[in-house]
């Protein structure tokens, strides 16, 4: 049984850090590229982050530079560390694995920024 579960989400002031991650398990997980998706009520879910297998990371244009992608292979989890953090960040955030036609997603963790 493949499972996805992210953690770490929770209330932070605008600027302040955060780090959420996504343990996972049924999967091989070292084969898959990870990725990181927010969605916010009404609005369609967007792609934030991904790295590959390879460990090569991508990113949205309104997180460059603010938010890191890393895995860890030998735990099988993905995580996504996010600094200066700012309002329109605020979102559930969905761990997705992707491997060819195989397709998983989280349950999502819920990230508010406000002050």
């Known amino acids: 049984q493949v499972q996805l579960v992210e953690s770490g989400g929770g209330l932070v002031q605008p600027g302040g850090s955060l780090r959420i991650s996504c343990a996972t398990s049924?999967?091989?997980?070292?084969?898959?590229?990870m990725g990181w998706y927010r969605q916010t009520p009404g609005k369609r879910r967007e792609a934030v982050a991904s790295?590959?297998?390879?460990?090569?990371?991508n990113y949205a244009d309104s997180v460059k530079g603010r938010f890191t992608i890393s895995r860890d292979n030998a735990k099988n989890t993905v995580y996504l560390q996010m600094n200066g953090l700012k309002l329109e960040d605020t979102g559930v955030y969905y761990c997705?694995?992707?491997?060819?036609?195989?397709?998983?997603w989280g349950q999502g963790t819920q990230v508010t920024v406000s002050s």
């Open positions: 997705n694995a992707k491997l060819w036609e195989r397709n998983y």
């Open positions: 790295i590959a297998n390879s460990g090569s990371g």
């Open positions: 049924g999967i091989a997980f070292s084969v898959y590229d």
